[in-house]
């Protein structure tokens, strides 16, 4: 059963934005802290944001200050808004719970060319 469909990866310069989305059952959304990963090629999976119930935010130091996450809970929704792009952000990005309680889905690819 897919728990989370990620999308809006693709290939922006360094310097430019993406906006991340992740939909997943009202059930998850409402219960859980989420979070966005990512795993680059021959690196762990990392965690990049969090967001708790409640709207509260954490952030890996790699990308304070550059990146936002936030969720809708009108749409079941979280989203992952990426500026100030760097070529070191390429990865495959994921959501889950904080937690990391749920299989992962496929992930959506971010490629950011120098």
């Known amino acids: 059963q897919v728990q989370f469909v990620e999308s809006g990866g693709g290939l922006v310069q360094a310097g430019g934005s993406l906006r991340l989305s992740c939909v997943t059952s009202r059930t998850i959304f409402s219960r859980y802290a989420m979070a966005w990963y990512r795993q680059a090629p021959g690196k762990e999976r990392e965690l990049v944001a969090s967001t708790s119930i409640f709207g509260s935010t954490n952030y890996a130091d790699s990308v304070k200050g550059r990146f936002t996450i936030s969720r809708d809970n009108a749409k079941n929704t979280v989203y992952l808004q990426m500026n100030s792009l760097k070529p070191e952000d390429t990865a495959v990005y994921y959501c889950?719970?904080?937690?990391?309680?749920?299989?992962w889905g496929q992930g959506t690819q971010v490629t950011v060319s120098s």
């Open positions: 889950n719970s904080r937690s990391e309680s749920f299989s």
